[in-house]
């Protein structure tokens, strides 16, 4: 249905290896389904503390057992350059970083993790979550931006654009994505995300894409129309974007009227991007609840995803009301 809309894939996370869901016969199963989930994305084992433990001390075997356990599927591989999830050796160096050689480690990293997977991602999710979120956006404090300022959203941009032209092991297709929550709608923060665009094409340097992250609430979901526009917005600038990360919480327990309101704002953002010719595809930020990361952010919050395991982990899935909605919205029904 997916691909019938014009759209690469309805695709998931998945936080494989190394988590429970990778060693649960009934997730992998539905994971597995090729006509559910056309892509996959790495929840964290691209992530920066994985990949680069050391210092140009490189580690992708847990990346390699992602790939390989996502066979047949597209891959966005996250992430280069994120607050979170950072080797010790990035936050805490024994001599203290300074512009030139935080700028230096921080480009080392994306150009020889873009060069090793090469062609074998889809995209990369270069910079992830650079704005703060409220009225007024700001630059996130982090090692980054505090030793080499705003600046090195471009300068990161600026290597991985390097490691494309490379292409080595076929990087030359790979695209550059700048990826974020809360730009789903107008306002500070995807004005922030539109201007950096504007910023990194003015000089010449790639970027290919914006990734909505679409961690939504029931019954505080942007409109369709809100969404489209918003989609609308970044394609004008010449980009294309992702539904790369999407989950709709409610508070536990669901109730008949909140599941129905999680139904119709899954049916939404799924609309808009079939809406959008330029929003080529799906993801859902995992589609399990067993293995969702709302509960623990949220307390009492949860029953985000699209299916569930009524008797618990290593048991059969279900697919709930939600599943329905993003195929129905793919069906344009
Ligand atoms: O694997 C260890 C386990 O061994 C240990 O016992 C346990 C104790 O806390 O931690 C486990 O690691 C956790 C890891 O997820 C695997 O489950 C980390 O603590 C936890 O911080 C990590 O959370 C991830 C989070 O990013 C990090 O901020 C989530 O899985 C992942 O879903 C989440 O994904 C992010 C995207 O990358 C960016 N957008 C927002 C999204 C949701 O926060």
Redesign the pocket.
């Known amino acids: 249905a997916a691909k019938a809309a014009g759209k690469l894939w309805l695709g998931t996370?998945a936080?494989i290896p190394?988590?429970g869901e990778a060693a649960d016969p009934y997730y992998i199963t539905a994971f597995n389904n090729i006509h559910d989930f056309g892509e996959a994305t790495p929840?964290?084992i691209m992530?920066f503390e994985f990949t680069e433990p050391q210092q140009n001390v490189f580690d992708f075997s847990g990346a390699e057992t992602f790939l390989a356990a996502s066979a047949g599927k597209a891959i966005r591989c996250?992430?280069l350059v994120?607050s979170?999830?950072l080797p010790t050796w990035i936050t805490a160096p024994t001599t203290p970083w300074t512009n030139a050689t935080l700028t230096a480690a921080m480009q080392n990293h994306i150009i020889k993790t873009i060069q090793y997977f090469g062609d074998r991602c889809y995209s990369w999710d270069v910079v992830?979550?650079a704005f703060t979120d409220g009225a007024v956006t700001n630059y996130t404090s982090n090692i980054f931006s505090q030793t080499i300022g705003p600046a090195y959203v471009v300068l990161a941009f600026d290597a991985a654009t390097q490691a494309v032209k490379s292409n080595v092991n076929g990087s030359s297709s790979v695209k550059l994505y700048y990826?974020d929550?809360n730009i789903e709608n107008a306002g500070a923060k995807a004005t922030a995300a539109q201007n950096l665009v504007k910023d990194i094409k003015n000089r010449g340097i790639q970027i290919d894409g914006i990734g909505l992250?679409s961690?939504f609430i029931a019954g505080s979901t942007p409109s369709k129309a809100t969404q489209q526009a918003n989609m609308e917005a970044f394609v004008a600038l010449d980009v294309d974007v992702v539904v790369t990360?999407l989950d709709v919480r409610l508070n536990l327990p669901p109730t008949a009227a909140t599941e129905a309101q999680q139904v119709v704002d899954y049916y939404n953002t799924v609309s808009a991007c079939v809406a959008v010719p330029r929003c080529v595809g799906v993801v859902v930020?995992?589609f399990d609840d067993t293995y969702s990361?709302i509960p623990?952010?949220f307390p009492g919050q949860g029953y985000g995803d699209i299916m569930y395991q009524p008797n618990g982990a290593n048991t059969p899935l279900v697919r709930k009301a939600a599943y329905d909605g993003i195929l129905e919205a793919f069906l344009g029904l």
């Open positions: 996370a936080d190394g988590t929840a964290n992530k996250h992430n994120w979170q999830e992830n979550e990826n929550y992250e961690h990360e930020w995992d990361w623990g952010t």
